[in-house]
C-alpha cells in the first residue's frame, strides 16, 4: 500500500536509470560517453568562448596584456583615460583571434580532448595539473 511496489524494485529500477540522458551519465566514471563528440548548448555558447579568450590573451596577445595591465598598473585610478591606446590594442587583438574560425576550430578539439580525458578519468583538468607538478 505505501510505499510497496508489486513486482519491479522501485529502488533498483531507479539506480539503473538516472534522471540524465545516457551519453551524458554513461562511461566509466558516470560523467558521460568520453568518445562522444557532440556539444551541449553551454558549451557551444559558453565554454569554448572561454577556452578562446583564455587561449587568445595567454598565447596570441599576451605583450599587450602586459602592456595593458602595465598602464593599468602605473596609472591607478585614471588608467580609464590614460590607457585607452592599449586597451584598443587589447580589444583588436582579441577580437581578431575571437572572430577566427580556424582558431575556434582549434579551440573546440582541445575542449573536446579535455573532455574526454576527464569523462575516461573522471579528474577534472586543474586537479591534474596541480597533482602533476608536485611529483
Known amino acids: 500500500m505505501f510505499g510497496i511496489s508489486r513486482g519491479t524494485d522501485s529502488k533498483s529500477e531507479h539506480n539503473a536509470k538516472g534522471v540524465l ?4 551519465s554513461a562511461g566509466p566514471h558516470g560523467v558521460g560517453d568520453p568518445d562522444d563528440k557532440t556539444l ?3 558549451e557551444i555558447e559558453i565554454l569554448i568562448p572561454k577556452k578562446m579568450r583564455e587561449k587568445s590573451r595567454a598565447e596570441k596577445c ?3 596584456v602586459k602592456a595593458f595591465g602595465d598602464c593599468c ?5 585614471s588608467m580609464i583615460v590614460l590607457c585607452r591606446k592599449e586597451n584598443a590594442a587589447l580589444k583588436e587583438c582579441l577580437t ?4 577566427n574560425e580556424e582558431f575556434k576550430q582549434i579551440c573546440t578539439e582541445e575542449y ?4 574526454s580525458e576527464y569523462r575516461r578519468s ?3 583538468k586543474s586537479y591534474r595539473k596541480k597533482e602533476s607538478t608536485t611529483f
Open 73 to 77: 598598473l602605473a596609472n591607478g585610478a
Open 96 to 99: 581578431k583571434w575571437y572572430q
Open 122 to 124: 573522471g579528474i577534472k
Open 40 to 42: 551541449r548548448k553551454v
Open 112 to 115: 573536446l580532448r579535455e573532455r
Open 62 to 64: 599576451p605583450e599587450l
Open 21 to 24: 540522458p545516457d551519453k551524458y
